[in-house]
């Protein structure tokens, strides 16, 4: 099994629809994160999360909201999705003890919102 | 402008060709990552520098912290290299900036 997985892996919905994008992880980490990528842009941040009780907004957190129910589970909605969501989704993961910080990134989600 | 920019945005190689990708950056870092995403969308982590030099099988990435200036290095490329390469700076209080990306196309 993935260290990090999220479900759906592919969502087509329309406009208007709630979405939620679910992440579990196995690697036993502390912060998560959710990114958005779009062609011809960078990964942007949407919110994180350092811990069961702790929720930031990142670069672009208009539109999303987010729950951290456990250490492990961290999901995405969009209440009420639109076209301009239309994009890949990775959930991701990081332990700052190792030092490295290095992300674990999820296969990604991606949605299309006709 | 970016705080992050790769070049080139596309690159096209033959089999065995030795490929760099560069990545600059405008703000002060405390560690640069180089990512790799594959043709089905995983995203993996190569390295994190935040001086020097590392090498891993046939890839050396190496920054120099006063140009703000980092290389990714493949020697000896293979068609199986193909991916998207990410260049991403961590600033002050952990945030990562992503660079665009380049696309490398390793042909036989």
């Known amino acids: 099994d993935a260290d990090v997985t999220q479900t759906p892996r592919n969502r087509i919905t329309k406009t208007g629809k709630r979405i939620m994008l679910e992440c579990s992880q196995t690697k036993g980490h502390d912060r998560m994160y959710w990114y958005r990528q779009d062609p011809g842009l960078g990964l942007r941040l949407i919110y994180y999360?350092?811990?069961?009780?702790?929720?930031n907004k990142g670069e672009i957190s208009d539109g999303y909201s987010v729950s951290r129910q456990a250490q492990a589970k961290f999901s995405l909605s969009l209440e009420s999705a639109i076209p301009n969501q239309t994009a890949l989704y990775f959930c991701?993961?990081?332990?700052?003890?190792?030092?490295?910080?290095?992300?674990?990134f999820g296969a990604g989600s991606r949605l299309t919102v006709l | 402008k970016n705080e992050v920019e790769q070049s080139p945005q596309n690159l096209t190689a033959q089999e065995g060709e030795f490929i760099t990708i560069n990545c600059s950056y405008s703000v002060g870092i405390s560690a640069l990552h180089w990512l790799q995403q594959h043709p089905g969308g995983g995203i993996v982590s190569l390295f994190m520098l935040s001086s020097g030099k590392k090498k891993h099988g046939r890839l050396i990435a190496t920054i120099n912290i006063q140009e703000k200036h980092s290389s990714l290095h493949i020697t000896a490329s293979h068609p199986r290299d193909s991916a998207v390469y990410i260049c991403a700076v961590r600033t002050s209080g952990s945030r990562l900036t992503f660079g665009e990306g380049t696309q490398l196309t390793v042909n036989p």
């Open positions: 991701a993961t990081s332990d700052p003890r190792t030092g490295a910080n290095v992300l674990t």
């Open positions: 999360s350092f811990d069961v009780k702790d929720i």
